[in-house]
């Protein structure tokens, strides 16, 4: 059995079975689903993804996503949950659901992706806290299965090593995979042998980093590790992601390379908006949003579209707010927008003109958008 259902997008939700459920922590747990065999091709995915899960909380339906821990070959649905109250969603999915229930999945989406190359001699930055580890650990996972000419490094935050989840699975696969991974953990609320360690993963700390733990690189005397970074991955909160993606930004690590997943809603820019824009006023907005269509207008142009609809209370779908999560893509049917930063769509996305209402700035005194993206 199969259902649609509509969360800002219509997406296919399938039954599958739980057939592992372990607590991490005190405040964290794992699941795990199979997937049936008429189900493979659906649940195809690629590192770094997500799924939505639809299960019943205080007897209202509820829809969270969660990353998957697992990697693509391992052929299996693993997620890694938090429980942020006690009260709260997650609280529930961990109490009343066990080993043989069955829960609606979403088919995997997300795009917290990296382009697979096999053949390549890469470096690879992983900086996450806490839940954060999720997607980062099926990346990781997957490049060590595939890619045999990459090297990792990961940077690991936690309050304190109670908080820390799916260190044995890290040192595991740091034993297996030898000088190809190296792992560093650090504590911002508990005490280190070694003061490096103390602390969180921000701006000052990544300096540090660059300059004693990733300086000297065996492969290439004339250059450091630093030097050698093709891609960075951050997941964290949005505070943490901002400042670190800012201080790979300013150490030479190009935007394209820099990637990060969201796990909150955040309202804040996660690089500055460096460009001007002439002022324009009174600008009329028509959307169509859940099948209505809406009508507004703008003051002017000084603040980005959502963030202007959402205050005079419009239907528009959204979660971070920063252009990481996609939730408010639309397409511009009508008028002109300059989109401030992207790191959801793709080129060929933005030629079909489509955009973020979230980091989209109006340029003209009339924009139509198509929420339902058909």
């Keep these: ?75 299996k649905i693993a997620l890694g949950i938090k429980i942020n109250s006690a009260d709260g969603a997650a609280s529930q999915l961990f109490k009343n659901y066990n080993v043989g229930d069955e829960l609606l999945i979403s ?29 980062i650990l099926s990346h990781f996972k997957n490049i060590l299965h595939n890619e045999p000419r990459t090297r990792l490094f990961l940077f690991f935050g936690n309050k304190s090593s109670e908080d820390l989840i799916y260190k044995e699975t890290l040192d595991n696969l740091a034993k297996t995979y030898g000088e190809r991974l190296q792992i560093f953990y650090f ?25 004693q733990i990733l300086h000297l690189d065996d492969t290439d005397e004339e250059s450091t590790i630093w030097d050698a970074v093709d891609d960075v991955l951050i997941c964290g909160k949005g505070e943490m992601i901002k400042t670190l993606a800012n201080a790979c930004y300013d ?32 600008i009329a907005v028509e959307l169509r949003v859940f099948g209505k269509e809406y009508f507004a207008e703008l003051p002017t142009n000084e603040e980005k579209i959502l963030q202007q609809l959402l205050i005079q209370k419009l239907p528009v779908p959204y979660s971070c707010k920063s252009g990481i999560c996609g939730s408010c893509e639309c397409i511009l049917e009508e008028g002109e ?35 339902d993206l058909s």
Excluded at 107 to 135: D, M, Y
Excluded at 187 to 210: C, M, V
Excluded at 343 to 360: P, V
Aim: proline content about 4%; overall charge negative.
């Design 337 to 371: 927008v300059e989109l401030l930063e992207n790191e959801y769509l793709t080129e060929k996305e933005e030629e079909k003109g489509h955009i973020l209402a979230c980091m989209s700035i109006a340029k003209s005194k009339k924009i139509k958008l198509n929420f």
């Design 107 to 135: 088919e995997p989406s997300g795009r917290f992706t990296l382009i697979s190359k096999p053949s390549e001699f890469r470096t690879i930055v992983g900086f996450a806290a806490g839940i954060g580890i999720t997607p």
């Design 1 to 75: 059995m199969e259902q649609q259902i509509y969360k800002g997008k219509l997406t296919q939700f399938h039954w599958l079975k739980i057939t592992k459920k372990e607590e991490l922590t005190k405040n964290t747990f794992s699941l795990e689903f199979e997937i049936p065999e008429n189900l493979h091709e659906n649940f195809k995915f690629e590192a770094g993804q997500f799924v939505s899960v639809k299960f019943q909380s205080h007897n209202e339906d509820v829809i969270n996503d969660y990353s998957m821990t697992s990697a693509p070959y391992e052929k």
């Design 187 to 211: 504590f911002s609320q508990e005490k280190t042998t070694n003061n490096f360690f103390h602390g969180r993963l921000d701006a000052k700390k990544l300096n540090l980093i660059i300059n």
């Design 251 to 282: 150490h030479g690590i190009p935007k394209k390379n820099i990637h990060f997943e969201l796990f909150e809603e955040f309202n804040d820019d996660i690089y500055p908006i460096e460009k001007e824009f002439p002022l324009v006023k009174n």
